[in-house]
């Protein structure tokens, strides 16, 4: 995408991520380490190597926070080709930041909650990115089936994966990493392959080809 709607997506990812941003550039890091490593010891979130999914994103969490402060060596060869914008990762990624969208996810609630016990979604609102990085890592590397043999343990968890809009297709995304289309066989639905056609289409973005 060019720079214009790079920025705009930028920024829409800071808000509706709010308290659980996550800066691009950390997390593209964190990620390709995850497909370099994928099950190794070097893997940043590999469910095979803890006893409960806590502790596997203590671990993950570590590593994303030194690489975001800068204080984890990174090899050359996870560097490049992801945006960048230094005032607002440096403001969304500080505790100040993240504290201040609590505070707002609170407010919110006093004025539009209608019972008491909505309250105790708040939780979820304050820690829906690690909440969905826990799904996404561990379900898709530890429960499903697998449609290719990737040496390492990758799943498919779901067919049609409604619940993680397609980032449940582990096993087809190690086997490739660079398709917009998380599905592979016919019988499987990646429910966001549709919404980057359409911004294809409307030249939003622009696919690769093959
Ligand atoms: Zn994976």
Redesign the pocket.
Same mark, same amino acid.
Do not use: I, K
């Given at each position: 995408m060019n720079k214009f709607w790079e920025r705009f997506f930028h920024l829409m990812t800071y808000i509706t991520q709010g308290s659980s941003y996550l800066v691009p550039r950390a997390y593209a890091v964190l990620h390709r380490m995850? @497909?370099t490593y994928?099950d190794t010891e070097e893997d940043p @979130?590999s469910p095979n190597f803890f006893k409960d999914v806590f502790s596997m994103m203590w671990h993950t969490k570590k590593i994303y926070s030194g690489i975001s402060n800068q204080t984890l060596a990174v090899s050359q060869k996870f560097l490049g080709n992801y945006p960048q914008w230094n005032f607002l990762d440096g403001l969304a990624d500080s505790w100040g930041g993240r504290i201040a969208w609590g505070a707002f996810y609170v407010v919110f609630y006093y004025f539009f909650a209608t019972e008491w016990w909505m309250y105790c979604l708040l939780p979820i609102h304050f820690m829906m990115g690690p909440i969905h990085g826990a799904v996404?890592?561990w379900c898709?590397?530890k429960y499903g089936y697998q449609n290719y043999d990737n040496q390492?343990k990758?799943r498919n968890t779901l067919p049609f994966d409604f619940l993680m809009l397609g980032e449940l297709f582990?096993n087809n995304?190690?086997k490739h990493p660079n398709s917009p289309n998380f599905a592979a066989k016919w019988w499987e639905f990646d429910p966001i392959y549709p919404v980057l056609k359409l911004m294809h289409f409307t030249r939003i973005i622009q696919l690769r080809k093959g």
């Open positions: 995850h @497909h994928s @979130h996404v890592n898709g590397h390492d990758s582990q995304h190690h």
